[in-house]
C-alpha cells in the first residue's frame, strides 16, 4: 500500500510540477514517473555494454568475444575484488549530472543514477547472491565539508530496490586521502594505502559484500577497500559502480 500511495503521489507532482529533463539541452519534460532524465536521453546514455569485456574488471574490449578472459592490467596486477562492473561510460551527459550529484547537493539525481546502477547490478552480477551492500566510505573531514556521501545515498536507494541491507558503518575511511582523480595510476595506489579498516569484523564475516560508488577509474580505491573486508573474513567483494572512467576523463 505505502508504494502504491508514493507511486500515486508522485504521478500527481509530475503533473502539477513537470520537471524539465536534466541533461543539458534538452528542452523535453521528464516523462519518467519521479525521475529528472527523459526517456529519450535515458535511452541514449552512453551504456558500458559494447564489446567483450575483462570478467574481473569489467573493461571493455571494442571487439566481439566469444569466451571469458582477462585484461592485461588485472593479470598483471590483480586487484583484490573479484568482479567490477559500470552502467555507463563517464562521459557526456552522465559526467556532469555525477559531478552535480557529487559535489553541488543535486541529491535529486540519485533515483535516475541509481536506475543505471540496479541495472548493471540486475544483468551483470548473480545480485541474489548478495548479503550486503557497502558504499565506499568518505574520511569525516571530507564528510563534513561535502555535507553526505554520494556513494552512501546510492548504496541506500539499491538495498531497497534488490531487498538487501546496507552497510554504511562497517567499513571506514582512516585517514582524508588526497583527492584520486588528480592522481595517476600508480599514484592512486600509493595514496590509498592502509587507507580503509573495517570496524564491525562480525558483521562482515562469511558474507558477500558488494561495494558501492559513483565512478570507477583505475579500480584502486575498490581494491583497497576490498582488502580489509577479505582480511576480516568477508566471503568475497564485488563492486558496483554508476560509471566507468577512464585517467584522461577528468581535466582537473
Same mark, same amino acid.
Given at each position: 500500500?505505502?508504494?502504491?500511495?508514493?507511486?500515486?503521489?508522485?504521478?500527481?507532482?509530475?503533473?502539477?510540477?513537470?520537471?524539465?529533463?536534466?541533461?543539458?539541452? @534538452?528542452?523535453?519534460?521528464?516523462?519518467?514517473?519521479?525521475?529528472?532524465?527523459?526517456?529519450?536521453?535515458?535511452?541514449?546514455?552512453?551504456?558500458?555494454?559494447?564489446?567483450?569485456? @575483462?570478467?574481473?574488471?569489467?573493461?571493455?574490449?571494442?571487439?566481439?568475444?566469444?569466451?571469458?578472459?582477462?585484461?592485461?592490467?588485472?593479470?598483471?596486477?590483480?586487484?583484490?575484488?573479484?568482479? =567490477?562492473?559500470?552502467?555507463?561510460?563517464?562521459?557526456?551527459?552522465?559526467?556532469?549530472?555525477?559531478? =552535480?550529484?557529487?559535489?553541488?547537493?543535486?541529491?535529486?539525481? @540519485?533515483?535516475?543514477?541509481?536506475?543505471?546502477?540496479?541495472?548493471?547490478?540486475?544483468?551483470? &552480477?548473480?545480485?541474489?547472491?548478495?548479503?550486503?551492500?557497502?558504499?565506499?566510505? +568518505?574520511?569525516?573531514?571530507? &564528510?563534513?565539508?561535502?555535507?553526505?556521501?554520494?556513494?552512501?545515498? &546510492?548504496?541506500?536507494?539499491?538495498?531497497?530496490?534488490?531487498?538487501?541491507?546496507?552497510?554504511?558503518?562497517? +567499513?571506514?575511511?582512516?585517514?582524508?586521502?588526497?583527492?584520486?582523480?588528480?592522481?595517476?595510476?600508480?599514484?592512486?595506489?600509493?595514496?590509498?594505502? #592502509?587507507?580503509?579498516?573495517?570496524?564491525?569484523?562480525?558483521?562482515?564475516?562469511?558474507? +558477500?559484500?558488494?561495494?558501492?560508488?559513483?565512478?570507477?577509474?583505475? #579500480?584502486?580505491?575498490?581494491?583497497?577497500?576490498?582488502?580489509?573486508?577479505?582480511?576480516?573474513?568477508?566471503?568475497?567483494?564485488? @563492486?558496483?559502480?554508476?560509471?566507468?572512467?577512464?585517467?584522461?576523463?577528468? =581535466?582537473?
Amino acid at each position: 500500500m505505502a508504494a502504491l500511495l508514493s507511486r500515486f503521489f508522485s504521478r500527481a507532482a509530475d503533473i502539477l510540477w513537470p520537471r524539465t529533463c536534466a541533461v543539458e539541452g @534538452c528542452p523535453r519534460v521528464s516523462d519518467r514517473p519521479g525521475r529528472h532524465i527523459c526517456s529519450t536521453c535515458f535511452a541514449s546514455l552512453p551504456f558500458h555494454e559494447a564489446g567483450g569485456a @575483462c570478467s574481473v574488471c569489467g573493461a571493455l574490449v571494442m571487439a566481439e568475444t566469444h569466451h571469458s578472459f582477462v585484461c592485461e592490467t588485472c593479470r598483471l596486477d590483480p586487484p583484490a575484488f573479484e568482479f =567490477a562492473r559500470s552502467a555507463v561510460f563517464y562521459r557526456e551527459p552522465v559526467d556532469r549530472m555525477i559531478m =552535480a550529484f557529487k559535489y553541488r547537493k543535486s541529491t535529486w539525481l @540519485c533515483e535516475d543514477l541509481v536506475d543505471l546502477l540496479e541495472g548493471a547490478v540486475r544483468a551483470k &552480477l548473480a545480485f541474489h547472491d548478495i548479503d550486503v551492500i557497502m558504499p565506499v566510505p +568518505l574520511h569525516q573531514n571530507r &564528510l563534513r565539508e561535502r555535507g553526505y556521501n554520494q556513494s552512501a545515498i &546510492l548504496a541506500r536507494s539499491l538495498a531497497k530496490r534488490i531487498n538487501r541491507r546496507v552497510d554504511e558503518t562497517s +567499513l571506514v575511511r582512516t585517514r582524508d586521502t588526497e583527492h584520486q582523480a588528480r592522481l595517476s595510476g600508480d599514484e592512486r595506489r600509493k595514496n590509498l594505502k #592502509g587507507a580503509f579498516a573495517v570496524t564491525s569484523p562480525s558483521l562482515v564475516r562469511g558474507r +558477500l559484500v558488494l561495494l558501492v560508488d559513483d565512478i570507477m577509474t583505475s #579500480g584502486a580505491t575498490l581494491s583497497h577497500c576490498t582488502r580489509p573486508l577479505l582480511d576480516a573474513g568477508a566471503a568475497g567483494v564485488w @563492486c558496483a559502480t554508476v560509471a566507468r572512467a577512464t585517467l584522461t576523463s577528468f =581535466a582537473w
